[in-house]
């Protein structure tokens, strides 16, 4: 049984739902957009099926077109020999790989990213760290709450297309999303609530 996802991480910016789509792609099409922290699975007639995601942080995060050429359900996870090289204290006890299951980084499900045949090393895939969606804190994959990812699973085939967006795609169709302090990110247009001064 998947946990419920705790509501307070459930902002109307991160709520599954179909969409209007004025994007180019052609349906059946995945589209990333790591700046609006966003994934569309473009349908026919102008729409898509929208989720919120987590992505890399700049650098790690993965560029350009891929395919799907692989899918699994509770994914075996293993970390990558440069994660375990350099970052030992949080990878070098699972080198040896750990099983799918509720706590298993990879979640429910996996769609591996290939390009040109060959595996990326990159995945969307479910996550056990419902706080991060929404924010670029993975290792580089694309990050969607365990209850999205098993929708998004259930709609794509092997061979199914991955466009990630650049940035000055993202500002067109997207606008410019606002960064807060804790890396939660929001519309054009947001601005921080103001703090009001404690009494006394």
């Known amino acids: 049984m998947i946990p419920a996802v705790n509501p307070a991480f459930l902002t109307p910016e991160k709520v599954r739902q179909e969409v209007d ?14 700046f609006a922290r966003r994934l569309y699975y473009v349908l026919p007639n102008g729409r898509a099926m929208r989720y919120a995601v987590g992505v890399g942080p700049e650098g790690k995060a993965f560029r350009g077109n891929a395919r799907i050429g692989r899918k699994a359900e509770w994914p075996r996870w293993t970390p990558t020999q440069n994660m375990i090289r350099t970052q030992p204290e949080l990878y070098a006890e699972y ?36 706080r991060s969606i929404g924010r670029a804190s993975s290792a580089g994959c694309i990050r969607l709450f365990n209850q999205d990812i098993m929708d998004l699973y259930e709609r794509v085939d092997v061979g199914t297309r991955v466009k990630v967006r650049t940035e000055a795609e993202s500002r ?3 606008g410019e999303w606002v960064e807060d302090a804790n890396g939660d990110i929001h519309p054009p247009g947001w601005t921080a609530p103001v703090q009001m001064a404690s009494a006394g």
């Open 21 to 34: 789509y004025t994007g180019p792609e052609e349906a059946n099409t995945i589209v990333v957009d790591p």
């Open 95 to 130: 080198a040896a790989g750990l099983p799918g299951g509720l706590e298993n980084p990879l979640g429910a499900r996996a769609l591996y990213l290939y390009r040109y045949g060959r595996d990326t090393y990159y995945r969307i895939h479910g996550t056990i760290d419902n």
């Open 172 to 174: 067109a169709y997207e």
